[in-house]
Nanobody
Framework: QVQLVESGGGLVQAGGSLRLSCAAS????????IAWYRQPPGKQRELVAG???????TYADSARGRFIISRDNVKKMVYLQMNSLEPEDTAVYYC?????????????WGQGTQVTVSS
């Protein structure tokens, strides 16, 4: 089982960038698909991007072309580089182990990290 902790959120102006980090512990990290999700205010949690152990990545339409997900299996880290941020990206961002097919979160949800984009 893998445990994940998110960090790197903050307040940024529209057009700016942030890099979120997801630190993992547990022996199965290298074989897990890991995904970033977000929950905007008053809305449901949604997939942002996911990455398999092979490095193959998937993106939500809203993230494709602006966000890049990457992982370092040695450091047990997953990153989300977010560029050209928009106010609509304001949300709490979570990372979680995922099933790699439907990209549903399959682990426990942490506290997430808040991203606020001002216009």
């Amino acid at each position: 089982q893998v445990q994940l902790v998110e960090s790197g959120g903050g307040l940024v102006q529209a057009g700016g960038s942030l890099r979120l980090s997801c630190a993992a512990s547990g022996s199965t990290f290298s074989i897990n698909a890991i995904a970033w999700y977000r929950q905007p205010p008053g809305k449901q949690r949604e997939l942002v991007a996911g990455i398999k152990s092979s490095g193959s990545a998937t993106y939500a339409d809203s993230a494709r072309g602006r966000f890049i997900i990457s992982r370092d299996n040695v450091k047990k880290m997953v990153y989300l580089q977010m560029n050209s941020l928009e106010p609509e990206d304001t949300a709490v961002y979570y990372c979680n182990a995922a099933d790699g097919i439907g990209w549903y979160g399959i682990g426990s949800w942490g506290q997430g990290t808040q991203v606020t984009v001002s216009s």
